[in-house]
Every structure is written in C-alpha cells, then in structure tokens.
C-alpha cells in the first residue's frame, strides 16, 4: 500500500465512481479524456487494485473500487476543508464555478447578476437552471454543481449534512391567476379568499419536493387543494404553455416570470413567506463563492427594489413553514436574552 496518494487521483475516481462515463467524468474536471484515464490508471497501479470494469458499452465500480469510494469522499472533503481553514485557494479555485440559480428570474439570478459585478474578469460563474434545490441537491454531492438556492426546510437531513448553507432572504409568497379571474381584480389576494381553489404547486416533480412540502403546509385547514401530479415541467415556454392550457391557479412567490394572460399577486392574512438559502458542497473554497456571499449579503441590506428594509425582514405576523418558523422563533427568543 503506498504511503501518499494525490489528491488529483482521488479527485479523478470520484468523478468517473459519480458519472459512471469516461467523458462526461472529463469534463466535469475539465480535462483532456486520456489525461482523467491515465490518471486512473496510475490510481490502480499505486492501489494494486482494479477499480473499474469498463466495456465498450458501460463503465462499472470492482468491488475495490466501491471499497474505496467512502475513503476517497473523505479525504478530499478533509484537503477542502484544510485548505478552507488556512486561506487557500482549495482544489477548484481556478475552474469555472457552476451556479443553480433555478430560474431566469429568481433570487438566485439576482445574486448572481450583483456577484458578476464584484469579481475580476479571469473568475467564471457559470449559471445553470435546476428547478427544485432537492433535485439539485444530488448534483452538489455528485459535484456537478457547486452552488444552489432554495428552500433548506424541505430537505433529507442526511443530505443537508454534508452541505452548507446560508439563509439569504424571505421571498413574499404570491399566487398567479388568468386575468379574467375573480380574484385576478384585488391588490392582495387573502388566504381564506382561495378556499375552494385548486393551484398547481409542482406535485409530482421530484426535483422540486421541498416546495411541494411548503405549499402542503400552507394549504393544510385553509381548503386550498393542490393540483393533481403532473409530470416534471422544464424551460419557462413550456411551464407558461401547460399552465395557460390547463388554466392552472398557480403558487408562487413575487420573485416570478412574467406569464401572458396572467397576473401575479401577493399572498396576505397573514403574510406567507418562503425561506431561500444560498446552499453549497461542505468545504468549498472559490472566490466566486465569495463574491455570491458577498452579493448576497450586499443585496439582503438594501432590501427588496430598494426598498426599506433588508431580505431577512419579515412582516409581523407572518407565516413561515414549520421547520423554519421553529428556527425564527428559536433566533428571536435568543434575540430578546439580556447579555451578560
């Protein structure tokens, strides 16, 4: 057994172990095909060990491989985590850094819009669009994202644990209606006044679980029914085509698209809120994940549209989903201790 083993070679296993494909594994690392095999190569000459059965066809782990893939996992969050504690640049700092902002017009895009203005030219933040941060969730552990946002309160705590997060802002909640709707003509729309109504809240998607959960929660003892399953939407034409087909009510937050035909308006009696936290891989070290904390906190002060008061400002009496109201009332009641 050798007594050292680069972290390159580990970093290299993980990645085809998570892929399962020689290519896509490549570029994720964003290296040459032949430099990730000889890599491999090198790893299971050094381990004496084969790790991979590969065919023309498919790319598996050898039982030595699935041995060592908890091992390799720890050792390379331990080297971000040294690197993270001591001020380096970590394992990825010079790479592009992938960013989930879920939508075109998100919270997230606005983070990220404010960070690209802070960085210097030769950092990259790349954006991808995941809707749902419990699908995008499993792309930050199998590290082909490294940053996301969305609501934490919905996740598996086992997968929370070995992320960090950050809360960054309280998104108003709002319900989107055709224009010819009764309730399409009010300012506000109260809870109670959508009694009776069905709304769309993303049921059967997987990926968006955690915003299914808050929408159950809201809609529990109010009568508002949650439309039936439907099938993973993707992309903001056809989301804005299934919806105006199927004439859907949907929930929502004052952080939307723009849909023809359609109105957006807040939520009120009380005020539901949306807890968003900006969410990335344990022991991540980049300057692009700086700028966005950064961005982040620059945009959580000046509030929303400038106006007074910061993201984190929520509205007295308003409503929050249960995992996450314990914590406000947690932090609040911790707030109100006299200092010793």
């Given at each position: 057994?050798?007594?050292?083993?680069?972290?390159?070679?580990?970093?290299?296993?993980?990645?085809?172990?998570?892929?399962?494909?020689?290519?896509?594994?490549?570029?994720?690392?964003?290296?040459?095909?032949?430099?990730?095999?000889?890599?491999?190569?090198?790893?299971?000459?050094?381990?004496?060990?084969?790790?991979?059965?590969?065919?023309?066809?498919?790319?598996?782990?050898?039982?030595?491989?699935?041995?060592?893939?908890?091992?390799?996992?720890?050792?390379?969050?331990?080297?971000?985590?040294?690197?993270?504690?001591?001020?380096?640049?970590?394992?990825?700092?010079?790479?592009?850094?992938?960013?989930?902002?879920?939508?075109p017009v998100s919270t997230g895009s606005e983070v990220l819009a404010e960070a690209r203005g802070r960085i210097s030219p030769e950092?990259?933040?790349?954006?991808?669009?995941?809707?749902?941060?419990?699908?995008?969730?499993?792309?930050?552990?199998?590290?082909?994202?490294?940053?996301?946002?969305?609501?934490?309160?919905?996740?598996?705590?086992?997968?929370?644990?070995?992320?960090?997060?950050?809360?960054?802002?309280?998104?108003?909640?709002?319900?989107?209606?055709?224009?010819?709707?009764?309730?399409?003509?009010?300012?506000?729309?109260?809870?109670?006044?959508?009694?009776?109504?069905?709304?769309?809240?993303?049921?059967?998607?997987?990926?968006?679980?955690?915003?299914?959960?808050?929408?159950t929660q809201l809609f529990a003892g109010r009568g508002i029914v949650m439309a039936e399953p439907f099938p993973e939407i993707e992309?903001?034409?056809?989301?804005?085509?299934?919806?105006?087909?199927?004439?859907?009510?949907?929930?929502?937050?004052?952080?939307?698209?723009?849909?023809?035909?359609?109105?957006?308006?807040?939520?009120?009696?009380?005020?539901?809120?949306?807890?968003?936290?900006?969410?990335?891989?344990?022991?991540?070290?980049?300057?692009?994940?700086?700028?966005?904390?950064?961005?982040?906190?620059?945009?959580?002060?000046?509030?929303?549209?400038?106006?007074?008061?910061?993201?984190?400002?929520?509205?007295?009496?308003?409503?929050?989903?249960?995992?996450?109201?314990?914590?406000?009332?947690?932090?609040?009641?911790?707030?109100?201790?006299?200092?010793?």
């Open positions: 057994m050798p007594k050292d083993i680069e972290p390159r070679l580990l970093r290299a296993f993980t990645a085809v172990a998570d892929e399962l494909h020689f290519t896509r594994a490549a570029a994720r690392l964003y290296v040459a095909q032949q430099a990730l095999s000889r890599d491999i190569r090198r790893l299971e000459r050094e381990l004496g060990a084969e790790l991979f059965v590969r065919t023309t066809r498919q790319v598996a782990l050898t039982a030595e491989g699935t041995r060592l893939l908890p091992y390799a996992r720890r050792v390379l969050a331990a080297q971000e985590e040294l690197a993270a504690a001591f001020g380096g640049g970590g394992a990825g700092a010079g790479r592009p850094l992938v960013v989930d902002v879920g939508a950092v990259e933040l790349v954006a991808r669009f995941h809707s749902g941060l419990t699908g995008a969730a499993a792309e930050l552990l199998a590290g082909r994202l490294d940053v996301s946002f969305g609501r934490v309160g919905g996740l598996d705590p086992a997968v929370l644990a070995r992320l960090d997060h950050q809360l960054i802002r309280y998104e108003r909640m709002a319900v989107v209606l055709r224009e010819e709707h009764p309730l399409a003509r009010l300012p506000e729309v109260p809870l109670d006044a959508l009694a009776g109504e069905t709304l769309y809240a993303a049921a059967g998607n997987a990926a968006t679980a955690e915003w299914t959960d808050l929408a992309g903001v034409e056809e989301f804005t085509r299934v919806v105006a087909k199927r004439r859907w009510s949907v929930l929502a937050s004052t952080v939307f698209i723009a849909m023809p035909g359609a109105v957006l308006r807040p939520l009120t009696g009380p005020v539901p809120l949306s807890p968003v936290s900006m969410v990335w891989r344990r022991g991540l070290r980049h300057p692009g994940l700086d700028a966005l904390r950064a961005a982040a906190a620059t945009l959580g002060a000046a509030g929303e549209a400038g106006a007074a008061g910061g993201w984190l400002d929520a509205p007295p009496g308003s409503w929050l989903p249960g995992p996450e109201a314990a914590e406000a009332a947690q932090a609040a009641a911790q707030a109100a201790r006299p200092s010793r």
